[in-house]
Every structure is written in C-alpha cells, then in structure tokens.
C-alpha cells in the first residue's frame, strides 16, 4: 500500500471520528436545551392583545377541566387546562408543567384536546409515558381520574 492511499486512508478515518464527535455534541445540547430556533422566531414581533369583547372558550360538559399532580416532586399541583392550547410536559422550562427528573426527558409528552378526548402523545421520549400502566407509543385517550405516569410523577385529568 502506498503512502499517499494510507494517508488518505488516515484522514478518512479522522473525518469519520470528528463526525462521530460533532453528532455525540449537537445530541446532549439538544437533549438539555431543545431543538436550536431560527433567528426569525427569537426576534418575532408581539403578538396583538385578543380581542376584549370576545368570550373566552369554554371546556364542554364531561371535558376535564384540570390536571392534578398525584404523585412525584410537585404532588397537590392542579393545573388549569384550556381547550385551545396544547399541555407540553417535561424537563425543559419552556413546558407547561415542568418536571425535573432525572427519568423525564426535555419534551417528554403533550396532552392536546382531540374531538371533546383529551389525548396524551409521548413525544419520543426516553423512559416512556404510561396511562394506566400500559406504555404509550401512539396519541391515547386519558379517561377521567385515570392514572398517567411520566418519569416518577403521576397526575390524573379532573372535571
């Protein structure tokens, strides 16, 4: 083999471990503060104030209304929930309840309202989100007073 190939060899194999080490980097920073945001996003102007006369939506009868802590770090917790917003849960602060947990992820799962069912999505989390003990791979309905478990917390959805 001649000099020339076993450099090029060389510097091949050393393209390949830097690599190796960029994407080991960009995965734990993702991993601790989320996905990386356009500059349009960051710099976007304010939202307009909405509209004052116009009434507030209301969660239809037999809807849970609020999400209770039952266990974990924040037991006792009850969290209003709005219809027209989807609930985020994990370890980043940017969520709407944050969990920090050694077993939650950063965006871990999302409980959105779905023709009058609250659903709970595990957003590919690491250590799974379980309603009622079984794990969760797909968009789930979470029956009232039915326990949903994330990391070593556990909350139910409450009229």
């Known amino acids: 083999m001649s000099e020339l ?17 960029f994407s ?3 995965a734990l920073r993702t991993d601790l503060f989320g996905p990386a945001r356009m500059r349009s996003e960051e710099v ?25 802590v039952t266990s ?16 985020t849960i994990g370890r980043s602060s940017d969520s709407t ?5 050694d077993n939650t992820s950063t965006h871990h799962a999302r409980l959105m309202l779905w ?7 595990d957003l590919d989390s ?8 079984k794990r969760v791979s797909i968009p789930t309905p979470v029956p009232l007073n039915t ?11 409450r009229r």
């Open 5 to 21: 190939t076993l450099f090029v060899l060389q510097l091949g194999f050393l393209g390949l471990l830097w690599a190796f080490v």
């Open 24 to 26: 080991i980097v960009y």
């Open 44 to 68: 976007s102007s304010p939202e307009p104030a909405p509209n004052p006369v116009s009434p507030s939506p209301t969660v239809p009868s037999g809807i849970a209304s609020t999400l209770l």
């Open 72 to 87: 974990g770090p924040k037991e006792g917790l009850a969290l209003e929930l709005l219809p027209e917003e989807q609930f």
């Open 97 to 101: 309840l944050v969990i920090r947990d």
């Open 115 to 121: 023709n009058d069912q609250w659903m709970v999505q």
């Open 126 to 133: 690491t250590n799974g989100t379980f309603v009622d003990g």
């Open 147 to 157: 326990p949903v478990t994330i990391g070593t917390s556990s909350f139910e959805l």
